[in-house]
């Protein structure tokens, strides 16, 4: 019967039942493309703000940790200094996008590969953190940061909103391999200068009562090496490894790589060589391997801002830095970096 009437209809009423039909599967195709669209885009929204929440907990963990570095200097006698690593990493993820109760910081011990076992406190917890000194005590922060969206979508299959979370921990490393135009002899009863503790470690507090010194001149100490070494490295840009050796060479004479890395015609804020506003990361070696050789045995390694322009003798001065300790660039070691060392700040997980 339906298909009698529907030969028998005039030819306007079968062209609306057709369009009739024809807006009703726009319809549904529309709503299935915009239900495609809208997962797409929670989906999208969701992987960004997992991203951005990975980067928040790496940025607040190394700022935390370089604040934990501060506060250990002092042996965690200024409080303002201990407090500033829980706000530290909280200001920071914040800054980054990260929901403040979604924000925890903990401290942790030295451990290159991190597990919960390495924990010790929050880090509100103050007076837990600072008289721990197990495995060397506080070396390193752990940030968990995290984040909740509405979704333009999940609201039918009630998932209204996501949560993306992200977690880093940093730790304070000694700096174990680094590079530099000079070699400074540190060790007083070998020919050196006052500034190495009897078993090769950097003494801070003699480095400093030093003062200004001359690190390239026609006569240096010089570990009883070769009367022939001036201060220079047989290659500024020859990564030396700490312990380790760290080749001299002869020679007075005017150095134009020197003079660029001292003046900043090549940056002295790069990879290795610097740590900030040219102050030079420099070697510091004990004695020479063996004794008379070029060969240096570096010990420690320890921040000096250098004069100079490669003229005259002197050539360049150094004076120790002792208000910067962290390394911007670098390999790190195993084990606990010592206080007044130059220590490196890194992410580990």
Not at 91 to 104: E, H, I, L, T, Y
Not at 110 to 136: E, H, M
Not at 202 to 219: E, L, M
Not at 299 to 305: D, L
């Amino acid at each position: 019967m339906h298909a009698f009437l529907r030969r028998n209809l005039p030819r306007r009423m079968r062209s609306y039942d057709e369009h009739g039909f024809s807006i009703v599967l726009v319809a549904l195709l529309m709503t299935g493309m915009l239900s495609v669209t809208a997962v797409v885009l929670d989906l999208g929204q969701a992987y960004s703000n997992h991203r951005q929440m990975q980067n928040a907990a790496d940025a607040a963990a190394l700022a935390a940790t370089r604040a934990l570095d501060k506060a250990r200097l002092v042996s965690y006698a200024n409080t303002s200094l201990n407090s500033a690593v829980d706000t530290t990493a909280s200001d920071v993820a914040s800054k980054n996008g990260a929901q403040g109760s979604q924000v925890s910081c903990q401290v942790i011990r030295w451990n290159y590969y991190l597990d919960n076992s390495q924990i010790i406190a929050p880090c509100s917890a103050t007076a837990t953190w600072t008289a721990d000194t197990t495995n060397g005590g506080p070396a390193g922060v752990l940030v968990n940061t995290g984040v909740t969206a509405k979704t333009a979508f999940g609201g039918v299959i009630n998932q209204s909103t996501t949560t993306a979370k992200g977690s880093a921990a940093a730790s304070i490393q000694p700096l174990a391999a680094g590079r530099g135009p000079f070699i400074v002899c540190g060790q007083k009863s070998n020919d050196g200068y006052d500034m190495l503790n009897a078993d090769g470690t950097f003494n801070a507090a003699k480095a400093k009562a030093v003062g200004t010194f001359a690190i390239q001149a026609a006569q240096l100490p010089r570990c009883n090496g070769p009367a022939a070494f001036k201060g220079k490295a047989a290659d500024p840009s020859a990564v030396f490894n700490i312990p380790g050796i760290d080749v001299g060479t002869n020679g007075n004479g005017f150095d134009a790589t020197i003079q660029g890395i001292v003046l900043g015609a090549t940056p002295c804020n790069g990879q290795d060589p610097a740590v900030t506003d040219c102050d030079l990361a420099i070697p510091i070696a004990d004695s020479t391997v063996p004794a008379g050789s070029y060969n240096f045995h570096v010990t420690s390694v320890a921040v000096f801002h250098i004069t100079g322009d490669g003229h005259g003798n002197p050539k360049y001065f150094a004076t120790y830095v002792g208000n910067l300790d962290q390394a911007r660039g670098g390999q790190g070691g195993t084990g606990v970096c010592a206080v007044g060392s130059l220590c490196l700040v890194k992410l580990v997980a």
